[in-house]
Each structure stands twice: as structure tokens, then as C-alpha cells.
């Protein structure tokens, strides 16, 4: 472990900030589509479980890029 690493402390730049909150956005675009794309094959409900991959993508990406970690 390094010497200088305090827990808990912002660990990331604006650049990667900007990243993980543009992978929150396709995440959630993705989310949409799918849904989208369900609905209009007339998917069983089932399948709509599917969208929790996207979803998560689009939940860790902004959680990240809010507490900059």
C-alpha cells in the first residue's frame, strides 16, 4: 500500500470524471433502448430482467463520477 493513500479520499481526475459519468449515459441509453426494443417485440416480462445489466452500468458509472472514485 502506498504511503500517501488516505481511504475514502478523491482518487480520480475531471478527465476520468467525465468518463464514468458518459458511461452512466450509455447505460441508461442502453436501458431505454431496450426497454424499447421489448416492448415493441412483444417480449415475455421475463426478459425484461435483461435490463439490469444496463442499468447497473448506468448506476455505478454516475455513482462514481459524483463521489469522484
Known sequence: MKADYLPGR???????V????RH???G????VLC???LLWVDAPRFTRLLLAFP???ATV?????HNET
Open 28 to 31: 441508461a441509453g442502453a436501458t
Open 55 to 57: 442499468f447497473l452500468m
Open 10 to 16: 478523491r482518487n480520480i481526475g475531471p478527465n476520468e
Open 35 to 37: 426497454f424499447v426494443l
Open 24 to 26: 452512466g449515459f450509455i
Open 61 to 65: 458509472g454516475f455513482v462514481q463520477a
Open 18 to 21: 467525465r468518463r464514468r459519468r
